[in-house]
């Protein structure tokens, strides 16, 4: 973070600080998640007490009930007082909450009105100072949708302490549909799940439903998540068979009054496997009234359904190409099913070839961008930040710049598969928006990928982002203590692509944590860094797809001799003793070329290409000198070294914040951070080692040599690797 914003933080932090003394010492398993109501300090909780008394909230709806016991409970928790609802505002009430159409009309409701944005999502949380001088607070929604977002809001500002005076907002969605894809299997494996198994207990489904789902709810409903694919796109016919229809059913009830609709990955082949049919080729009759049929018989049990995921022709599923049939064939015939009842669908454009690969980077461009302008209105694409694989860092995935005719989406991962898993720190808000800042110059400077996908660029009428969901049976949902943090960052980004990832950190930090400034001082910097450090001693300068064969944990750069070039970690560093990198410039693979001019300008050139993607686009000699005047090999080792260094460094901080939070959290994270060292070390030295090989070159002087040779770090096998 640079300077000026941090300090800034500091003084926020401070300035709070000062007006409210904070709670210490959490205790939580982690289960609640930013939704902990602890006692606050006295002065925050007497200064809300007097005016939160009473509340004025008219109960139209489920969601309305459910926004109202989310409030009693945050005040029951935060001021240990219970609001008093009421039907008029009296003397003693200081809230009020509803919509235009429910709440009684006066000046406060009139004022407020006029600042509520055109969405039905959207709320106003607005300060009115009465004639006689009462204070009053209001949060008004369009919806009862947008009340339960304002509920959700309203909290967060309380468990933050701030001044209900300047609790003051206007707030709605630059992006429609919100989701989380659930990478979940119908036996209760989560495939790049590291955080226990599914949250779905299908076989106790539809008759037991856990409270845990109601929890799951409240959660993204509080970041503003309004929507969760159930199952794996790796997807299994059964989940469309009516048993499990009624089990998704289920929790798409219990979704429901938290603004939540449920979607369903479709696999294609489904009206072979199910319906007996002879093939599912999209433009045969059969299969397209299977599908119709399908459809209505999907909403009979889910009246709001959202719609399909599809991952088709693209690492061994089934799709439209098996019968020589186009992705927008197979998109438009399913989309065609769900449109009488306002289905979308999410056609992913996550594919490659199954024969001899042109570089992978390049392909999901060349069979989507023909497409441009032939998908059906209710088809959006859900296009992967970067165009190989959720690395620790990829340059923006080209196909945001140039579909301009057709609606895409964005998918990010938020379950950490190549970033750590769930044993490292990683707060992933920094990595989300620096894709989602990234310019395409597809429409001139500014045409960020944020506007590509929250629709303002191409004016595209549905907008949405995924997530692929971090959470599990553990107890604490996401496995480590600060995954909390990313799936929190997914939710408020999806609502705000241009939100701050430090904004989102702080705020999650005082949420989860309490207001302590000298905890939020130290803990702050150390998640805006946390990616940069993985970065370094995984897959610096631009490398990537490193990591061990198929489970995907720890280092492999020697991965070779798989079944395919591009499943191998030698496919895409190219190390040899001429050097190292992936050339995508016009000598090599041209994928370069998929970029606007301006971004191939900044990129083009080795001696000005950004460090950070240098060996993405270029295969440079040992003995390039950087801009920092070190050798290509050098820098290597310094970038391996310092992500180690780094992790020390975190070590120390969380350290030093014994007492300050929760002794079982805080062992579990120390504990962690130990391993992420070990981890770290031994990135670091397989990497170097490896690579060492074709530079014979020596590390750097002052650095220390790794422990073993490089056969015993080719020689670790890992069995039973979750999320395999
Ligand atoms: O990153 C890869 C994962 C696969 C995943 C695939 C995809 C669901 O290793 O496990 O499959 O991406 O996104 O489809």
Redesign the pocket.
């Known amino acids: 973070m640079d300077r000026p914003i941090f300090r800034r933080y500091v003084l926020l932090v401070s300035l709070v600080f000062v007006v409210f003394a904070s709670h210490n010492g959490i205790a939580q398993s982690g289960y609640r998640l930013w939704l902990d109501y602890q006692p606050l300090g006295p002065s925050a909780a007497d200064h809300y007490r007097e005016r939160l008394q009473a509340v004025v909230f008219p109960m139209d709806s489920e969601t309305d009930h459910v926004a109202f016991d989310e409030l009693s409970r945050a005040l029951e928790g935060l001021l240990g007082q219970k609001p008093m609802r009421q039907s008029a505002a009296t003397p003693k009430t200081g809230l009020m909450v509803g919509t235009p159409g429910t709440l009684p009309a006066n000046d406060a409701v009139e004022q407020a009105k006029t600042r509520l944005p055109d969405n039905e999502e959207a709320y106003v949380i607005h300060h009115h100072s009465a004639a006689n001088g009462r204070p009053m607070t209001l949060i008004l929604g369009n919806t009862d949708k947008g009340v339960l977002y304002g509920v959700f809001a309203f909290i967060g500002a309380l468990q933050r302490s701030e001044d209900l005076a300047r609790i003051d907002t206007v707030s709605s969605p630059k992006i429609k549909l919100r989701l989380l894809n659930h990478?979940d299997n119908l036996d209760r494996t989560v495939?790049?799940g590291y955080a226990g198994f599914s949250l779905w207990d299908w076989h106790r489904l539809p008759g037991y439903r856990d409270p845990r789902y109601t929890d799951y709810a409240r959660a993204n409903a509080s970041v503003g998540i309004n929507g969760t694919v159930l199952n794996?796109?790796?997807a299994n016919a059964l989940m469309l068979t009516a048993p499990y229809l009624e089990k998704a059913a289920a929790l798409a009830d219990i979704f429901r009054p938290y603004g939540i609709k449920v979607y369903l990955s479709a696999r294609f082949s489904a009206p072979i496997e199910l319906g007996g049919l002879a093939d599912a080729d999209p433009l045969n009759s059969e299969v397209t009234q299977w599908w119709a049929d399908k459809a209505a018989e999907i909403y009979r049990y889910i009246p709001d359904f959202g719609g399909f995921l599809v991952?088709a022709n693209?690492?061994g599923?089934p799709g439209p190409q098996n019968y020589g049939r186009s992705h927008a064939d197979g998109a438009n015939m399913l989309a065609d099913a769900l449109a009488p009842f306002g289905g979308v669908v999410m056609w992913?454009a996550?594919v490659y070839e199954d024969t001899e690969p042109e570089d992978r980077a390049k392909q999901a461009y060349n069979e989507f961008v023909l497409l441009d302008g032939t998908f059906r209105d209710n088809v959006i694409i859900q296009v992967?930040n970067g165009a190989i694989?959720?690395q620790p860092r990829e340059p923006f995935h080209p196909l945001f710049g140039a579909m301009p005719q057709s609606q895409l989406m964005m998918?990010f991962?938020i379950t950490q598969?190549?970033l750590g898993f769930a044993t490292n720190l990683v707060y992933l808000g920094t990595l989300f928006s620096e894709t989602l800042q990234a310019d395409t110059y597809a429409d001139g400077p500014n045409s960020t990928v944020a506007r590509v996908i929250d629709g303002e660029l191409n004016h595209q009428p549905i907008t949405a982002m995924a997530g692929?969901a971090n959470t599990g049976t553990a107890t604490n949902w996401t496995g480590h203590p600060f995954g909390q943090a990313n799936w929190y960052a997914y939710g408020r980004l999806a609502w705000d692509p241009d939100a701050d990832a430090g904004v989102i950190a702080e705020d999650w930090l005082r949420r989860t944590f309490g207001n302590d400034a000298s905890f939020l001082d130290a803990l702050l910097p150390l998640m805006m860094r946390s990616r940069e450090t993985v970065v370094n001693y995984m897959t610096p300068l631009g490398l990537h797809h490193l990591m061990g064969w198929s489970h995907?944990y720890g280092p492999g750069p020697w991965i070779r001799d798989k079944p395919r070039a591009d499943w191998t970690s030698v496919y895409y560093h190219q190390a040899d003793t001429n050097g190292i990198g992936f050339d995508r410039t016009a000598s090599g693979s041209d994928a370069l070329s998929q970029y606007a001019p301006e971004v191939q300008a900044q990129f083009n050139d080795p001696q000005i290409c950004p460090d950070e993607y240098l060996l993405w686009f270029h295969h440079l000699p040992w003995d390039f000198q950087m801009k920092s005047g070190e050798s290509l090999w050098e820098s290597l080792c310094r970038h391996y070294y310092s992500g180690v260094e780094e992790v020390s460094a975190m070590q120390a901080v969380w350290e030093a914040q014994r007492g300050k939070v929760d002794e079982i959290i805080f062992r579990e994270v120390a504990d962690l951070l130990a391993v992420q060292y070990e981890e770290a070390e031994l990135w670091r030295d397989a990497c170097v080692l490896y690579f060492q090989q074709f530079s014979k070159m020596p590390i750097p002087t002052g650095l220390p040599q790794p422990e073993h040779p490089l056969e015993y770090y080719e020689s670790l096998y890992y069995h039973f690797v979750p999320?395999n």
């Open positions: 990478w495939e790049r794996n796109v790796n991952k693209s690492e599923q992913r996550f992967k694989d959720f998918e991962q598969e190549y692929v995907h999320g």
